[in-house]
């Protein structure tokens, strides 16, 4: 069962185009949301895990050195003296392929 018309004639390429640009031109977040569903290329996902990590390690190297003394030697004061001795600069140092024979 075919859709009925909005008009007496069949619209052209270009009306049914002007109708979807108008619709867009009317809601813009619609538009947004395409353009967001697209992931970010592997190498720039790589860069910005990287820098996050590094943040949320520098986040944790401050918990540590704000500890109060009771808790200096308690298990928690181990897993952050732990997550704070990672070398995670390495990782800034890889650079991951482009891929497709564009490494």
Same mark, same amino acid.
């Given at each position: !069962? %075919? +859709? =009925? @018309? ?6 052209? $390429? *270009? ?20 353009? !967001? %569903? +697209? =992931? @970010? ?6 860069? $910005? *895990? ?24 308690? @298990? ?7 997550? *704070? ?19």
């Amino acid at each position: !069962m %075919s +859709r =009925p @018309r909005l008009g007496t004639r069949p619209m052209t $390429a *270009a009306e049914r185009q002007a109708r979807r640009r108008a619709r867009l031109r009317q809601n813009p977040q619609s538009r947004t949301a395409l353009a !967001m %569903s +697209r =992931p @970010r290329p592997r190498p720039q996902r790589w860069v $910005a *895990a990287v820098a996050t990590l590094l943040a949320v390690q520098d986040e944790y190297r401050a918990w540590r050195d704000n500890l109060p003394e009771n808790l200096g030697a308690s @298990r928690l004061a181990e897993k952050l003296e732990a997550i *704070a001795e990672l070398d995670l600069e390495e990782l800034l140092a890889i650079a991951p392929p482009r891929g497709y024979g564009r490494d």
